[in-house]
């Protein structure tokens, strides 16, 4: 390693606040509070790290991993694309990524399909088709979106904006301009901030990183409604829920209740980088040529692996699959809670994006069930996510529970030490 000199007395603190963060990695900005563990390969639902230790993955790098680490059928779809084509410009035709647009059409409300790269960018492009919309229809001063507490749309400027928590927020300057946020499930409030410039409605069907947080379908179809009756544009955020994660291909199915604009990405890869935003032609109405673009959206690669994986996940009984092992999931975490109500309180969420409220801090029963090689995800309201990749099997979630026992039995024998001491 290059020796580190202070050549520059103005570089001194830059030196010290990156002596201060995690000595693993002193050149990643340092963003992320990363744990001491990494991690060399995987397989299936399990991931092998650099000191050979086996983790049992619920995390499926937060809710990518669909299909597991190394499926097979992505693996070679990757690797096949990977000695024809690695990336081409938006200049020229795409005809992969034209099926993989086709098929998801087919499979959905929409006409159109923008790719991007990530979450925010799918988002990105759904705020500018809601807000292109109305410009397109004569009414550019209709360009303000409502947004509901405890969301997460994402960390550009634009999308944090969205999201709208301080925290996050914080420090960055003025946020950009064009978001009202209501209280989830709170309709008057919805239908009063409603006004002559309101564009659309985003919401997820169910919050993600706000801890599992569902409203109730009453909800999604009221909002349905009044976006019919005033002109405005439903736009849901499935970049978490969508792609198979509660066991349906969208959630918004299960909610019997179809928006205008949708996100995906997350699991629309199966790990590879990809976002996608879906549009009815009507929705769309204002993106001409021009009116926005991608250098490596819809790049060949990421187009491979989106197709691999639909091709798996729509072949017959593969949905069932997931929400057999949901109930499974549900059924086994409500006893866990049945015998440790001081550690773990409610299972909430649908398919395989399950939150277990915590009694303790959620973090220390992330920390706990890591101990125990069971690998987890924190979220809001002192959730902790479970996300195993949906190819998870009975044995694999008996696995997990009984690690989720032990992680509750050290949780509570702690909780009688302190209570003693
Ligand atoms: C993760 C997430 C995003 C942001 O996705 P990135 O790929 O991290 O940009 C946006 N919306 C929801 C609901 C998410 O869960």
Redesign the pocket.
Known sequence: MRPRQCAHPGRALTHQVIAMTTSAAPHLLPVFARIDLSFDRGEGCWLVATNGERYLDFTSG??VNALGHCHPHLVAALQAQATKLWHMSNLFQSPDGERLAARLCELSFADFVFFAN??????ECAIKVTRRHHAAKGHPERYRIVTFEG??????LA?LAATGSAKYLEGFGPPMDGFDQVPLGDLDAVKKVIGPQTAGILI?PL???GGVRAAPQAFFKALRQLCDERGLLLVF?????GIGRTGELFAHRRLGVTPDVM?L??ALGGGF?I?ACLATANAAAGMTPGSHGSTFGGNPLAVAAANAVLDVMLKPGFFEHVQRMSLLLKQKLASVIDRHPQVVSEVRGEGLLIGVKAVVPSTDLVTALREQKLLTVGAGENVVRLLPPLIVNEAEIEEAVARLERACVKLSANQTKQAAS
């Open positions: 937060v809710a990530s979450g925010a960018e799918a988002m969301a997460f749309h994402g960390r550009t999308t997820e919050q993600g990183e955020d499935e970049v978490q829920t996100s990405a997350k980088p976002g």
